[in-house]
């Protein structure tokens, strides 16, 4: 698939099957980092020196935020996700190359202004890529 109309498709025709299942389960955050060709540049502007081996080679990265990780196992018991939103995967993604994380994440800067002075605000997720 064209680097366009993967991210459009993701954008487009995925995000759709998924979002009100995630908001019935209670998911509080997904957001997708698409990443270009033409994105992946400015990491040579950044980082002069960093060789291009060292530039993840991912097309996008998904972040899932829930307050408890049985709200994303309801997630993905659902039938809806298990007919129609994994087959989905097919048409996009590389399973060889997928990779996932669970953690937290810390937010210490929210819209320009600083949060939370100690630790910053503390929140649990998985990540795939």
């Not at 995000?15 to 955050?29: A, F, G, R, S």
């Not at 530039?55 to 298990?82: E, L, W």
């Not at 097919?90 to 202004?113: L, P, S, Y």
Request: hydrophobic share 35%.
């Amino acid at each position: 698939m064209e680097e366009e109309a993967y991210h459009q498709y993701l954008s487009e025709k995925h995000v759709p099957l998924l979002t009100d299942l995630m908001v019935q389960n209670k998911i509080v955050d997904y957001t997708m980092q698409h990443n270009t060709s033409e994105t992946k540049k400015m990491i040579g502007q950044m980082f002069e020196k960093l060789p291009e081996s060292n530039v993840a080679d991912y097309d996008c990265f998904i972040h899932i935020v829930f307050s408890d990780v049985q709200d994303f196992i309801n997630v993905k018991d659902d039938p809806h996700y298990k007919k129609v939103v994994m087959p989905d995967h097919g048409n996009f993604a590389d399973d060889k190359r997928t990779t996932m994380v669970t953690g937290w994440f810390e937010r210490h800067i929210v819209e320009g202004q600083a949060v939370a002075a100690e630790g910053g605000t503390k929140v649990k997720g998985v990540n795939g890529h």
